[in-house]
């Protein structure tokens, strides 16, 4: 079994900043992938940025310049820092790992956590 923990989503004001956190925990021999997703109300869910194992990288455009995803592997964390929010970022936000563990390769989504972004 594989568990992620998010914290890190709260209301700000456009222009601020965020940083999301997403811990994973369980049987898991190494991760592959870590990201993040985002879903808008009355929007399907959407890549936002991830990252591999290698630390290659890559973001939704509509985040380049403002989002970074990093992850601490000793940790099993992966992070996204959030800089000049706007009111359109407003959504709740998944943690995404695909991981080798004892049950074989695995996806698992966290529980989400809501960014609110006001004018």
């Known amino acids: 079994q594989v568990q992620l923990v998010e914290s890190g989503g709260d209301s700000v004001q456009a222009g601020g900043s965020l940083r999301l956190s997403c811990a994973a925990s369980?049987?898991?021999?190494?991760?592959?992938?870590m990201g993040w997703y985002r879903q808008a109300p009355g929007k399907q869910r959407e890549l936002v940025a991830r990252v591999t194992s290698g630390g290659g990288t890559n973001y939704a455009d509509s985040v380049k310049g403002r989002f970074t995803i990093s992850r601490d592997n000793a940790k099993n964390t992966v992070y996204l820092q959030l800089n000049s929010l706007k009111p359109e970022d407003t959504a709740v936000y998944y943690c995404?790992?695909?991981?080798?563990?004892?049950?074989?390769?695995?996806?698992?989504w966290g529980q989400g956590t809501l960014v609110t972004v006001s004018s």
């Open positions: 369980g049987s898991i021999f190494s991760i592959n992938i």
């Open positions: 995404n790992v695909e991981a080798f563990t004892s049950s074989g390769y695995v996806e698992r």
